[in-house]
Every structure is written in C-alpha cells, then in structure tokens.
C-alpha cells in the first residue's frame, strides 16, 4: 500500500509564504507524476501544480508566478513553495501521486494525501 503524508499547512496573512511537503512511501517502484490539488468551501477540487519525474512542471494560471513545484525523487516528496498568498489561496490542499507502480504489479495506480488546511487571512 502507499501513503501520501502532507505537512506544512497553517494560517498566514495575506502576502506570506507556505511550503507544503507531501512524502510518498510504501512499496514503490516508479512515480510518473505528483501535483497539488485543492478545493475550497462550496468549490471542485482543482489542480494547483504537478511535476513528472522527467521535471515537466504545470502550474493552474491563479498561482503562476506565486507557487513554485519540486521535487525530491530519492524521498518520493513533493514540495509546493506558496508565495504571496492571497486570501481566495485558502483551502484543503491535496498531494496526489499518479502512475504508481509498485514493485512486483504491472499496474499504474493515483494515490492521494489527506489533505492539509491552508487559511488565508488578517
């Protein structure tokens, strides 16, 4: 089984800056991709940023120029840099990891975190 942890979620004032870390762990042979995703009261999830293995980064147009995405490939970890966050910036955000596959399966499986709180606010 694999697990996603997320950590770095909290209350900042508008402009401040967040890291959220998300590690990967469990019997894992290859990650093609892990990304950010969030979703806000009474909203759809939506995608924030992800990153493949080969380093190809996608940001939502909202975060472009604010959120930086990387990547530790030895730790399965995925960091999103938020930086001047505004207040319509709160959320749950979630890590995913997709095209999982784990060693001994053929199979490419999407996992997801629990999601950590990011609050926005004066």
């Known amino acids: 089984q694999v697990q996603l942890v997320e950590s770095g979620g909290g209350l900042v004032q508008p402009g401040g800056s967040l890291r959220l870390s998300c590690a990967a762990s469990?019997?894992?042979?290859?990650?093609?991709?892990m990304g950010w995703y969030r979703q806000a009261p009474g909203k759809q999830r939506e995608l924030v940023a992800s990153?493949?293995?080969?380093?190809?980064?996608h940001y939502a147009d909202s975060v472009k120029g604010r959120f930086t995405i990387s990547k530790d490939i030895a730790k399965n970890t995925v960091y999103l840099r938020m930086n001047s966050l505004k207040p319509e910036d709160t959320a749950v955000y979630y890590c995913?990891?997709?095209?999982?596959?784990?060693?001994?399966?053929?199979?490419?499986?999407?996992?997801w975190g629990q999601g950590t709180q990011v609050t926005v606010s004066s």
């Open positions: 469990g019997n894992i042979s290859s990650i093609y991709a």
């Open positions: 990153i493949t293995s080969g380093g190809s980064t």
């Open positions: 995913n990891a997709n095209g999982v596959r784990l060693y001994g399966e053929q199979v490419y499986k999407r996992y």
